[in-house]
């Protein structure tokens, strides 16, 4: 297969297994260097002498404003780019291409935006995120960087789904480990050899961005790709890009309940944990949030795989195209999340220590680990059930699975279990609430599904 092939001709030409594998495999291969870049990025900053773990836990108050610069690009483009794919599978390949362009306009000006607000209130955010004496200076000087490359962050990480969506997933690939590479070689430059700190890693962390969205916007310019970057369609219209997001709101929802929930984990942390240790344990927090990082990132590379050829097939009416590449999507997600949860939860104490020298911080992260990834390789079913109702366009059950494990169990969980358990009960929610979200929208799902063959076939 040639590497510009369509994603029509690609689903002509192949099994859908086999064309599943191909799609997501450089779309796992990117998040897993993403990951990858996140942890050493994470080891660094731990290591820097004397502020590691303070700097660490700084980093850690940061993550819902970064959360936030994600969930916007994935309102706007993860939506908009499921139903450029449907509407190229119903053969109207103009809307398609206007939803694309309208999604790059809305990128750049939610980007400048959310960057302007941000800086406005900079500081009484990270109080309120759970921000110290100790930890809020370095979450100031880190953010105050990082947030220069909003722009650039949006669109890379937002149109590159217009990329995977139309089958280029090599393509995507190379966007995602083109910045990651950039970000690795200068993080240990900046941070140590220019003596920068945390400031270096975000400077790493904007140059990276720049590069991916340079990378992502000249393949899209080019003549390679079916849906393309026309100045002349710029203007979003209105009516697409309102489905579109409403689309995305579940991928939005999720990334804005990682927000929520680390916000009020943070605040808990201080008020359960002994005397002395609540700084400790939002730096094992924050750990902990890295390592979900690169859990989720094979699972989200097959749900990139699966998503042209779901809504592609939707929009042929193509119901068993759509069973076979959900059942195929099941079992090499389960098989993933299953290799992972080992490693976590058999070797939790040799991973913490990859992350920091200090010993106390060591050996809380550990049991924190074990706690909150004991139930985890459920979520290989749960990400392919949820996130398979936006490739088919279902704004409602999406919508509502979205909410679900961190808005309806998580945080009620979080709330309960410290006053019977302590501190550690903070972390056992995460595990529990993993349990009770897959097996509900495993039956909603199953039942959706015999709906829709009952449609397709009439």
Known sequence: MMKSESLEAQLKNTTVTRLLIRLSVPAAAAQLVSALYNVIDRMYISHIPSIGTDALA????????????????????????????????????????????????LLVVTGIILMAVTYAFLEPLLMFFGGSKNTLPFAKEYMSIYLIGTVAGQVSLGMNYFINSQGYTRTGMISVVCGAVVNIILDPILIFGLNMGIKGAAVATVISQLVSALWVMAFLCGKTPVLRMNKSRLKPNGALMRSGCVLGLSNFIFQINESVVVIVLNRLLLKYSPAGLGDTHIAALSIIATMQQFFFMPLKGLVQGSQPIISYSIGARDYPKIHETIISARILSLACAFTVWFVYVFFPGRIAALFTPDPAL???????????????????????????????????????FGLMRKIFLLMPFALIFPMFFGVWGIYAAEAVSNVITTIVTYFFFNSYMAKLKADFSR
């Open 58 to 105: 700084g980093l850690g108050l940061c993550f819902p404003l970064i959360m936030l610069n994600t969930a916007i690009s994935l309102l706007i483009a993860s939506g908009s780019s499921a139903l450029s794919t449907i509407k190229m599978g119903e053969g109207r390949n103009d809307d398609a291409e206007k939803l694309l362009n309208g999604s790059f306009t």
């Open 362 to 400: 060591t050996e809380i992260a550990s049991k924190a680990i074990r706690v909150s990834f004991s139930t985890v390789f459920v979520l290989g079913m749960q990400m392919i059930n949820q996130n398979s109702f936006v490739s088919m366009g279902n704004v409602k059950y999406s919508f509502i």
